[in-house]
């Protein structure tokens, strides 16, 4: 069995393509995607910060003390442009001379002096996610409309001090029981798992081909049958292969991914990652280790069977499609808000080892769960194995 | 010495298959099964070689792997100097070395590494097989590429390294199923030379051919399998004999033709009472 273990591990070392989804992928390439995708992300948000609007105000003499603040507003710019009503100013945004016009009502002034409500119109393009026209106006007519509030309460009579209490007589306060940890195991915890399950398949599917298709395909199955060595041994000796690489694929990835993450907090300074990376500690990086184990067994034995069964690599090539479904949909099942481990989710597999990991990262994890859980895969795992050593004596499995 | 008597092996056809015309027509597909192998018998004596003929698809190939223990058979014996291959697959495989025109090696490995790992699953001592590897490469001259990955070996240096691993055990007997196939003549000369020279040592040899000048220039026995059952066996001289044709082709061609009419020479003699 180990000649069969150490004599794939060294034609897979020798494969470019195998060291390429088991190293390169989770130790360059995947930090610099996510790096890569951060820097955009913040540039497009750096950017859209910096962003001056082109704004018309339609009807300005109306109110002489909003419209000066929005003129030294550092974000906004007044252009020239005799917008009169909505379908003008519509045209304008389109024609790209302005990006926003507010339309004041022409009895503006009037409303205020009886104590109307006045309804004021802001046109621009709502279908930019990152645009901040409508945020940066609201503020400044909140702000507005709040003087003049205050004003309308004095002229009531009503003394300074109380305004507060008459505008919001009830006001609530949060007070969080959760620690940091837990907050931000909620928002990091399931991301973890939606990276570490995924690379272990992928860590797993490259080999699994290659040790079982593969060796239909290059003609060295049958000489390999006709070893004195019990096919038993014969496929565990793949298996522990391919549960090696998609192990270390994962192991790397965390690695990988606790190095970069303490590299950049500490060159940014960015306090929330390096607290994240803190908290989470030893016992809890070896309990995602240990809940990881008998899943990439199901994923080795899984894919072995599969790839036992495949006439060819291409054959092999098209039932993994599918076999990443099956494993994506608990996975994403287990991102779903409100999804937590109980005495259901705890026998689904896969998605009780996600929920686990994101438990666990929040500091909340139930270790009997984990016990369970640890247990079920293992059973899985054992069972899959058994049927890959079944499948691989079978005669119209390997002369298909 | 290897006894082969009254072989048959029969494969589940899935009901999803879709059959040709000629499939249909195969006398041997009925009740859900193919029956590939009805009724094979002969015997190869040491220092024998035995040439295994027959048009496509008459069985030859599933005997040779019945017979290298990789498929078993429903029924009938196989036995090498005493030892059942069916009930002792495990002891079998120590005493066989199997080569096919389709044979591989491990393209990331070295020719030196492909033999070893054999070599090495055959449970052989590290001695020992250094000791072996290093004659054999001397006899077929691999040591000039010994060290060179498989994949960039040409089909001629593929061939020897193949050849070198399938005896790199010792194998009491060898099985060749259309070792030449697909070789040009340099890499063919060499697969004769290798059956000539275990010949010479007295390891019997079966090997299944379409060509049958190897056959004329190697074999000292023909076994004829036509449609899953041995219609003949005898030597060269016999076969023209009892078919009093001028030439192997004629002959071939003509205990084809004949079937399924008794042949007198088959020894042991084929049952002919099957699918009547």
């Known amino acids: ?400 | 010495m290897i006894t082969v008597s009254n072989l048959a092996k029969r494969f589940k056809m899935a009901k999803s298959h879709k059959l040709s015309d000629a499939e249909k027509s195969d006398t041997r597909l009925h009740d859900g099964y193919f029956h590939s192998v009805t009724d094979v018998s002969f015997e190869c004596e040491a220092g024998q070689v035995l040439g295994l003929l027959g048009p496509n698809g008459a069985g030859k190939t599933t005997t040779l792997r019945m017979l290298s223990s990789a498929l078993k058979p429903d029924s009938g014996l196989i036995a090498i100097n005493g030892v059942d291959v069916v009930k002792k697959p495990l002891l079998a495989r120590k005493k066989i070395g199997f080569l096919s025109g389709s044979t591989g090696l491990y393209g990331r490995l070295t020719a030196r590494e492909n033999v070893e790992y054999f070599g090495k699953l055959h449970g052989m001592n590290p001695a020992q097989l250094s000791s072996r590897i290093d004659e054999l490469f001397e006899l077929l001259g691999i040591h000039e590429f010994a060290t060179r990955r498989a994949e960039n070996l040409s089909t001629g240096m593929k061939q020897k390294t193949s050849i070198a691993r399938a005896v790199v055990h010792n194998p009491e007997i060898v099985v060749l199923d259309e070792p030449t196939t697909g070789l040009d003549i340099m890499a063919t000369q060499t697969v004769m030379d290798f059956i000539i020279r275990l010949k010479a040592q007295g390891t019997p040899v079966i090997f299944s051919t379409h060509h049958l000048d190897e056959v004329s220039l190697l074999c000292d026995k023909v076994v004829i399998i036509d449609e899953g059952r041995s219609c003949f066996a005898g030597s060269v001289e016999e076969l023209l004999q009892h078919t009093n044709a001028q030439n192997l082709n004629q002959a071939f061609i003509s205990v084809i033709t004949q079937k399924p009419s008794a042949a007198p020479l088959v020894t042991p003699i084929a049952n002919q009472n099957e699918e009547a």
């Open chain 1, 1 to 400: 069995m180990w000649q069969v273990y150490r004599k794939e591990l060294l034609e897979l070392v020798r494969d470019k393509k195998t060291l390429f989804f088991v190293i390169a992928l989770p130790l360059v390439v995947f930090p610099i995607l996510f790096g890569v995708m951060g820097f955009v992300m913040a540039n497009a948000q750096i950017s859209e910060e910096k962003k001056v609007h082109r704004y018309v105000i339609v009807g300005a003499e109306q109110v002489p003390t909003f419209a000066e603040q929005l003129f030294y507003h550092k974000s906004f710019k007044k252009v020239d442009l005799a917008a009169t009503d909505i379908d003008t100013a519509t045209k304008a945004i389109r024609n790209d001379l302005i990006d926003v016009a507010l339309i004041i009502p022409s009895d503006h002034q009037q409303q205020m002096a009886n104590n109307q409500q006045s309804q004021w119109q802001i046109v621009f393009n709502d279908a930019v996610l990152t645009n901040r026209i409508y945020g940066r106006i609201r503020d400044l007519v909140v702000n507005h409309s709040d003087q003049i509030l205050t004003e309308r309460l004095s002229n009531l009579g009503v003394p300074l001090a109380q305004h507060n209490a008459l505008i919001k007589p009830v006001t609530l306060a949060k007070v969080d029981t959760a620690d940091q940890r837990e907050n931000l195991g909620e928002k990091l915890g399931g991301l973890i798992p939606y990276i570490l399950i995924p690379l272990c398949l992928v860590g797993a599917v490259y080999p699994a081909i290659d040790l079982g298709a593969g060796e239909k395909e290059r003609g060295t199955l049958e000489t390999l049958l006709l070893t004195p060595i019990p096919r038993t041994y014969l496929v565990l000796g793949k298996f522990l292969t391919i549960l090696t690489t998609a192990l270390l694929s994962a192991l790397l990835t965390v690695g990988s991914m606790g190095f970069w993450a303490l590299f950049m907090g500490s060159i940014m300074d960015i306090k929330p990652v390096h607290e994240a990376v803190g908290v989470i500690g030893l016992l809890d990086l070896s309990l995602i280790l240990l809940l990881l184990i008998p899943l990439a067994c199901i994923f080795s034995s899984m894919l072995l069977a599969i790839s036992i069964y495949a006439r060819s690599f291409k054959e092999a090539q098209n039932y993994m499609a599918p076999i990443n479904m099956v494993v994506f949909i608990p996975i994403v099942g287990a991102l779903v808000p409100g999804m937590v481990l109980n005495w259901g989710t705890v026998f689904i597999p896969i998605m009780n080892v996600a929920l686990a990991i994101k438990e666990i990262i929040k500091g909340t994890v139930d270790y009997s769960m984990v016990g369970i859980i640890f247990v079920t895969m293992t059973t899985i795992a054992v069972v899959i194995i058994a049927f890959s050593i079944h499948w691989f004596g079978k005669e119209e499995v390997l002369f298909r």
